[in-house]
């Protein structure tokens, strides 16, 4: 481990060096998150940073002085190697977490790719991005093939570590930063990148670019978007962007835990819009990270229980899957739970509030660096019965403290009209975003960011109404309203209402052509363990005699699946569920 003569070496370079050129005034310094950790680690040396169950089973963990000295060795390595954008495709590892910082901090771009994802669209992505170099999880590094024929010169880094394998152990005499088992080329190159910095002059973080960053508006990642429907999009995110997001995040989800340290465990793929910046986030306040390779419900019942997790990130569908685990019961302490990726339930909220798991209901985009909506839970909801405060709960709420606030504006106005729907409950228009955590653009695709920002404004391409309280409330995405018989049905509203059947477990809705209608709902269906024994038909009496559901809207087809099709991070895929219903759903998938 490094010692005080080099922390203090690095607290100096905060007030000794900096950017310093003409065009800077003094009292400005250029954003970056990636100081987060090399302030954590200089106030809190030896808190833990890291708490990892390895594939085989094993613990690691890791102090702050660790993962920051990991994180600089493979900052330095990159550096003296050249590499300037760099491929990930891992799990939620250490290294990954270690990568996001390394890679920054040598004055680089981060690309990280979902592992879930074909060959081939991560060969595509790695080549459009024009990575220079690839840090891959060994259990992941065989989806490389196909890229690896075409561009045989691009480096690929491979963790073993993440998997758990062993290796020699090994401590660098006064330059600290690896202790414990060391194994395979990634643990190399940190090693290499260790030695590197000493053989220069021990110059530590000071010579690197979380403190020197020539401008908080140049690309720190290019995330890409899901690319269900077309070819996925990098989306281009910015140092300052992503410290203001960041820092939203610690105040929106409450990070900053009064008396202790949060304990963050790691649900949300890294990959996705970058973790929602929470990477950075839970580093900012000196959190504890608990790394999961992959959604596990037994392992994370296990971990809330046992390990005084605090906050996690994760989407409607995981944490209605969470609540229906056999090991699920009320926890003796709050779990802040942050949901987004699609619109919740206020049964889903009620049931997580019934297990202590506590929603902070936000919303966002990839373009958006992830969330920058919020809706905040108000003491006047108290006296309103229940399922009234948890239906507010559900809705998409109001702008981040560091964004500008949200709009709802009309559809079909003219070019750079944008004008908005009245706060009536009602209108229903498209969610606008602008300000700080809004992305740069789509990487190398000038049209597409011209139509991302029409009107000088963020467009979601997500259909809301505006409440006279001023929140959002997402009604459908654009393109899964139905429109039956002139009336809209929203798909989320009605798949909000039929998972209140006591039997049901998650609810996809799309249009189907109808002669009469034009179009109308059919819905698809995953029930509880306990009750493969519902059928159709008792779903649609119960939604025509025993539910909310205006009769307008109660679907004439049900369909009851083992599962329902969803993306990396949660979302139903809707373009599926209307291919099942166009060509007939496929055998494997329909419930017996």
């Known amino acids: 481990m490094s010692g005080a003569s080099s922390r203090l070496r690095n607290v100096l370079g905060h007030l000794l060096s900096g950017p310093k050129t003409d065009n800077v005034p003094h009292h400005f310094s250029h954003l970056s998150p990636t100081h987060f950790l090399e302030r954590a680690a200089a106030i809190e040396p030896n808190a833990e940073a890291v708490y990892h169950v390895t594939a085989s089973g094993e613990v690691l963990r890791r102090s702050y002085i660790e993962l920051a000295d990991r994180a600089r060795g493979l900052a330095y390595y990159l550096r003296k190697k050249g590499f300037k954008r760099v491929g990930l495709l891992a799990p939620n590892t250490p290294a990954f977490l270690e990568a996001i910082y390394g890679i920054a901090a040598a004055g680089g771009v981060m690309v990280p790719v979902n592992y879930r994802l074909k060959p081939e669209d991560i060969a595509y992505i790695m080549d459009f991005a024009e990575v220079d170099s690839i840090i891959a999880d060994a259990e992941y590094e065989g989806l490389l093939d196909m890229y690896r024929k075409t561009h045989p010169s691009v480096p690929v880094i491979v963790d073993l570590v993440g998997l758990g394998f062993r290796g020699q152990s090994l401590i660098i005499p006064d330059n600290g930063g690896i202790r414990g088992k060391l194994c395979g080329p990634y643990d190399d190159a940190v090693l290499e990148g260790l030695n590197r910095d000493r053989e220069t002059g021990s110059k530590g973080w000071a010579d690197l670019a979380s403190q020197r960053v020539a401008n908080e508006d140049d690309l720190i990642a290019i995330p890409f978007t899901s690319g269900t429907t077309s070819k996925p999009k990098g989306v281009m995110y910015t140092h300052r962007g992503a410290y203001l997001a960041a820092l939203a995040n610690v105040v929106e989800s409450g990070l900053n835990v009064p008396d202790g340290r949060c304990k963050y465990l790691w649900t949300l793929p890294m990959f996705h819009a970058v973790g929602w910046t929470f990477p950075w986030s839970v580093c900012a306040v000196r959190g504890t990270h608990v790394c999961l390779r992959k959604v596990d419900y037994p392992l994370i019942w296990k971990l809330l229980k046992e390990q005084g997790i605090t906050h996690f990130n994760a989407a409607p569908t995981v944490n209605t899957l969470l609540c229906a685990a056999a090991e699920a019961e009320r926890l003796p302490r709050p779990v802040r739970v942050t949901v987004a990726a699609s619109p919740p339930t206020a049964h889903l909220f009620e ?60 559809p079909d106005q003219s070019e ?131 539910s909310s559901i205006s009769k307008f809207m109660v679907p004439r087809e049900v369909e009851i699946v083992r599962e329902l099709p969803k993306t990396s991070t949660g979302k139903i895929k809707k373009n599926v569920l209307r291919e099942w219903a166009k060509k007939g759903t496929p055998r494997e998938v329909v419930l017996k």
């Not at 905040?376 to 559900?394: F, G, I, N, Q, T």
């Open 351 to 410: 049931q997580m509030t019934n297990l202590n798991l506590l929603p902070v209901h936000v919303y966002g985009l990839t373009e958006t660096y992830g969330p920058i909506t919020k809706g905040y839970v108000l003491p006047e909801w108290d006296p309103l019965p229940k399922h009234e405060k948890y239906a507010r709960m559900a809705r998409q709420g109001y702008g981040f403290v560091t964004s500008l606030p949200v709009r709802v504006i009309k």
């Open 416 to 546: 750079g009209v944008l004008v908005d729907v009245a706060k009536n409950g009602r209108e229903i228009g498209e969610i606008v975003f602008s300000g700080n955590i809004c992305c740069k653009g789509y990487f190398k695709d000038a049209e597409a960011t011209s139509k991302l920002f029409a009107g000088g404004v963020l467009r979601s391409g997500d259909l809301a109404v505006w409440h006279p309280d001023g929140s959002i409330q997402i009604q459908d995405r654009a393109k899964d309203i139905i429109i039956s018989g002139g009336e809209n049905i929203s798909s989320v509203a009605l798949e909000s209402m039929l998972v209140e059947h006591p039997d049901v477990l998650e609810a996809g809705v799309v249009a189907v052509p109808d002669s009469h209608w034009g179009e109308r709902p059919k819905a698809y269906l995953t029930v509880k363990e306990e009750r493969k024994s519902l059928r159709p038909e008792d779903v649609i009496t119960w939604a025509k005699h025993q």
